[in-house]
C-alpha cells in the first residue's frame, strides 16, 4: 500500500467515526484547541521529557493535504513541559500530550490562529490533524537509537564512498558509448532517454511512494556537477510530486527496487532555460541512479 493509499485509508477511517452518533464530545488542549480522542489504547500516557514516535495526516475535510506515511523517517518529537511552550512550539504538540501508545486523536487548527495564513489557504478556515501515536520511548532509548541509527549511517557512508571510483567509471564508459552513438536506449515521448543497466528485483515505484535513489550526475562532456556518492546520502523523494526534475519523476518510475540505470534528460525534464547553481540553461544531464528503497 502506497503513501496515498495508507493516507486515504486512515482518513476514510477517521470520517466514518466521527459521522458516527457515538463520536465523543471535543476536548480543549492547554492552548486552546479542539481535538477529538477516536481510539483510546488504556495504556500509560506520555511524560514530559519522552518521545513521541506517530504518523500524521493533514487535511481539510476528506482532502488530504499532506502526509507522513510512506516517508523514509517516522516523524518523532520530544514532549515538552507545559510551562516549556513556545509560539515555536509546534501544534500536534497539543494532541500528543494527550497520548498514549495506540491512541488516536484528531485535532482542529483554526487558521485564524494564524497571523499570515498562505495563500493555498486562503479558503481553508480548519485544518485537521489526524495523528497516530505508534511508539513513545524514554530519553534513554531515544539517544541509544539516535547513536545506533548514526553509526549505521557512518558505515553506509563509508561503503558508498569506496564505490565512487567503479561508479564514475561505468558512467564515463556508458556517456562515451552514447556520445559515439554505441548505446541503445529507451527514449520516451518526453524526450527522456534511459537503459537499464541491473533490473532489480524488488516493486516498482508509484506516484507519491517515497523513493530512495543513489546518483551520479555529470554534464554530456562527463564533467561531475553532483554525486550522492561522495556524500554517502541518497536522495529521498515522493515520486511524481513535482519534488524532483521531470526526468527523475520519469525515469525513477520506470525502475524496480534495486534497479541501476542510466538517464539522459533533456533541458524541459531538468533545468530549462534558467539552469541552477552550476548547470547552465538548456543543458542536457546524464545521471547513473540506483533505486535503493522504494516505501
Known amino acids: 500500500m502506497n503513501k496515498v493509499s495508507q493516507a486515504i485509508l ?41 518521545y513521541a514516535y506517530f504518523n500524521i495526516v493533514m487535511r481539510h475535510k476528506d482532502s ?22 513556545t509560539d515555536q512550539t509546534p501544534v500536534v504538540v497539543d494532541a500528543l500530550a494527550v497520548m498514549a501508545e495506540g491512541d488516536s486523536v484528531t485535532l482542529f487548527y483554526p487558521l485564524d490562529s494564524l497571523e499570515n495564513v498562505p495563500p493555498a489557504f486562503a479558503d481553508i478556515d480548519v485544518i485537521e490533524y489526524d495523528l497516530i501515536m505508534e511508539d513513545i520511548k524514554d530519553e534513554t532509548e531515544y539517544e541509544a537509537e539516535m547513536n545506533a541509527m548514526m553509526q549505521e549511517q557512518e558505515a553506509a557512508a563509508l561503503k558508498l564512498k569506496d564505490r565512487l571510483p567503479a561508479v564514475s567509471a561505468l558512467a564515463e564508459e556508458t556517456l562515451a558509448a552514447y556520445n559515439k552513438g554505441a548505446l541503445e536506449t529507451t527514449k520516451t515521448p518526453s524526450g527522456l532517454e534511459y537503459i537499464i543497466h541491473e533490473e532489480g528485483s524488488g516493486a516498482r515505484p508509484g506516484n507519491g511512494d517515497m523513493v530512495n535513489v543513489q546518483y551520479f550526475g ?51 525534464l531538468g533545468y530549462g532555460e534558467t539552469g541552477y547553481m552550476d548547470i547552465p540553461g538548456n543543458t542536457t544531464l546524464y545521471f547513473y541512479v540506483e533505486l535503493e528503497k522504494v516505501n
Open 10 to 50: 486512515l482518513v476514510a477511517m477517521v470520517l466514518i467515526m466521527v459521522s458516527c452518533a457515538t463520536e465523543p464530545e471535543r476536548a480543549m488542549s492547554p492552548r486552546g484547541f479542539e481535538y477529538i480522542k477516536h481510539v483510546s489504547s488504556g495504556g500509560e500516557m506520555i511524560k514530559p521529557g519522552e
Open 64 to 85: 488530504v493535504i499532506n502526509s507522513s506515511y510512506g516517508e523514509a523517517d517516522m516523524p518523532r518529537i520530544r514532549i515538552p513541559n507545559p510551562e516549556e511552550y
Open 218 to 268: 555529470t554534464f554530456m562532456d562527463g564533467k561531475k556537477f553532483d554525486s550522492s556518492f561522495d556524500s554517502g546520502r541518497a536522495f529521498s523523494f515522493p515520486l511524481g510530486q513535482q519534488r524532483a526534475i521531470g526526468g527523475w519523476d520519469e525515469g525513477i518510475a520506470y525502475l524496480k527496487e534495486g534497479a541501476k540505470a542510466s538517464l539522459i534528460v533533456p533541458p524541459s
